[in-house]
């Protein structure tokens, strides 16, 4: 009995060097190339500028699809000609972005105006796990109405792909920004 109070003792002084820590949640660290736009090389009704770093494929109906090859994801640009269908065409971009709620955490919009360019939008920040992250719509009112949607090539968890929705916001905040109508 002695002998193992004896270990006991010792053994407390042996094996208490200091305060055992939990290590710190770690945080990714996420780096994306310095942003360098150039000019829309595509005929289009539209023009505007696009970051370097992405591919641009023409698709028909005036319609485009930026790709971002490194993050997976892709900007889908739609063209369609006002014709006395403003109301319709405005409905149509807002149905689209609502089919979203159904995931979607919360559908935060942030309308745009750019008299001087005839530039008129709406941009559509969706959170949750949705399909589509971020969605706009731009107009003239008179003639050219585009619509555009954020797409990821993978299975949504937002958590995840935030800071890459983030770098692409900006993007297209950027496109919307330099949106200009031949």
């Known amino acids: 009995m002695r002998n193992l109070f004896l270990l006991i003792f010792l053994m407390s002084f042996i ?14 660290s996420l780096t994306y190339p310095e942003k360098t736009y150039e000019t829309l090389k595509a005929n289009r009704p539209y023009t505007f500028e696009v970051l370097k ?16 090859p490194n993050l997976k994801a892709s900007i889908d640009i739609t063209y369609r000609p006002v014709e006395n269908n403003m109301n319709e065409l405005l409905s149509e971009a807002e149905k689209l972005v609502f089919k979203h709620t159904v995931k979607a955490a919360q559908i935060i919009p942030k309308d745009f105006v750019n008299r001087d360019q005839r530039v008129f939008g709406s941009i559509y920040e969706i959170t949750g796990n949705a399909a589509s992250h971020i969605q706009f719509h731009i107009t003239d ?8 949607s954020l797409y990821f090539y993978a299975k949504p968890n937002y958590d995840s792909i935030l800071p890459a929705v983030n770098y692409i916001k900006e993007d297209i905040l950027h496109l919307i920004e330099t949106l200009e109508w031949e």
């Open 15 to 28: 094996s208490c060097k200091e305060d055992v820590l939990p290590k710190p949640k770690a945080y990714l």
């Open 53 to 68: 770093a992405t591919t641009v494929m023409n698709e028909p109906n005036n319609w485009l699809k930026i790709q971002y």
């Open 141 to 148: 009112s008179t003639k050219n109405f585009i619509k555009g």
